[in-house]
């Protein structure tokens, strides 16, 4: 990530890209996971991270997977470090499937992969694909929306979507216009769960610690000292890392706004 620590306003070359081609997407990871690669024609890869050598920034990269007459890249996730989880695939016409992680075994990169979904014109070509978590599919409030062509948002619940094996056609999950098709998704669970907030004793802790110092308590309006962060999100009533979500968000206001917004 050192090669991008200094971008320019009118950016960096990220990787290099023959004519005719795109990038379609981008992850951070710390060099152990397995990557999945998904296409359109329902073909995709699962290989290990480790075969994708180190290159400097304005190179072309290595070959992921060896792709059909005609077809493309549409999808690209991480496997978990554990290689738990299922796939979420769906198609153009609205169709979809989840299927277990373990149905698609590694290979060498570059190969042709395995069928990730069977192709046809009811269900149309794939469209999107993610790697999701077991805790995230059966979350009671994780949802599933779906963008199409025209700018439409569409959703249903994940937990709804039922496993099935890696070579099938998927169910209907939503129902585009017509003339208009998926084109691409994002899977969202729960932005986090009842009383996890913050903990009650963490709290108690940081409201005595205030009061300690003859600071306000917890009733007053008057925060505690912004540079006190674990203080400061219990206050709140964020965790740590919603507070220096905020806080490296602040730090681009001028001082005087800065001191105001906080």
């Given at each position: 990530?050192?090669?991008?620590?200094?971008?320019?306003?009118?950016?960096?070359?990220?990787?290099?890209?023959?004519?005719?081609?795109?990038?379609?997407?981008?992850?951070l990871t710390d060099g152990t996971k397995d990557i999945f690669i998904g296409t359109a024609d329902g073909m995709s890869i699962r290989f290990e991270e480790a075969e994708v050598r180190p290159t400097g920034r304005a190179a072309y990269g290595v070959k992921g997977i060896?792709?059909?007459?005609?077809?493309?890249?549409?999808?690209?996730?991480?496997?978990?470090?554990?290689?738990?989880?299922?796939?979420?695939?769906?198609?153009?016409?609205?169709?979809?499937?989840?299927?277990?992680?373990?149905?698609?075994?590694?290979?060498?990169?570059?190969?042709?992969?395995?069928?990730?979904?069977?192709?046809?014109?009811?269900?149309?070509?794939?469209?999107?694909?993610?790697?999701?978590?077991?805790?995230?599919?059966?979350?009671?409030?994780?949802?599933?929306?779906?963008?199409?062509?025209?700018?439409?948002?569409?959703?249903?619940?994940?937990?709804?979507?039922?496993?099935?094996?890696?070579?099938?056609?998927?169910?209907?999950?939503?129902?585009?216009?017509?003339?208009?098709?998926?084109?691409?998704?994002?899977?969202?669970?729960?932005?986090?769960?009842?009383?996890?907030?913050?903990?009650?004793?963490?709290?108690?802790?940081?409201?005595?610690?205030?009061?300690?110092?003859?600071?306000?308590?917890?009733?007053?309006?008057?925060?505690?000292?912004?540079?006190?962060?674990?203080?400061?999100?219990?206050?709140?009533?964020?965790?740590?890392?919603?507070?220096?979500?905020?806080?490296?968000?602040?730090?681009?206001?001028?001082?005087?706004?800065?001191?105001?917004?906080e």
């Open positions: 990530l050192i090669a991008y620590s200094n971008p320019r306003p009118s950016g960096i070359i990220g990787v290099l890209i023959e004519e005719g081609d795109a990038l379609i997407d981008a992850r060896a792709l059909g007459d005609k077809d493309e890249v549409v999808a690209m996730d991480i496997v978990p470090p554990d290689r738990s989880g299922s796939l979420l695939i769906v198609s153009r016409h609205g169709y979809g499937k989840i299927s277990a992680l373990d149905a698609y075994r590694r290979q060498s990169r570059g190969g042709k992969g395995l069928i990730t979904l069977k192709i046809t014109p009811k269900n149309g070509k794939i469209a999107a694909a993610s790697v999701i978590s077991e805790e995230v599919r059966m979350d009671s409030e994780g949802k599933l929306f779906l963008l199409t062509d025209k700018a439409q948002v569409l959703r249903t619940n994940l937990s709804e979507i039922r496993s099935t094996g890696r070579i099938t056609q998927g169910v209907i999950l939503v129902a585009p216009e017509e003339g208009d098709a998926i084109s691409a998704i994002r899977v969202i669970g729960s932005l986090r769960a009842p009383g996890e907030i913050v903990d009650p004793a963490t709290l108690a802790a940081a409201e005595a610690a205030a009061q300690a110092d003859g600071a306000a308590g917890p009733d007053d309006v008057v925060p505690p000292d912004p540079d006190d962060g674990a203080r400061l999100a219990a206050w709140l009533g964020l965790t740590p890392g919603d507070f220096e979500g905020v806080r490296r968000v602040l730090t681009r206001f001028p001082p005087a706004e800065r001191a105001r917004v």
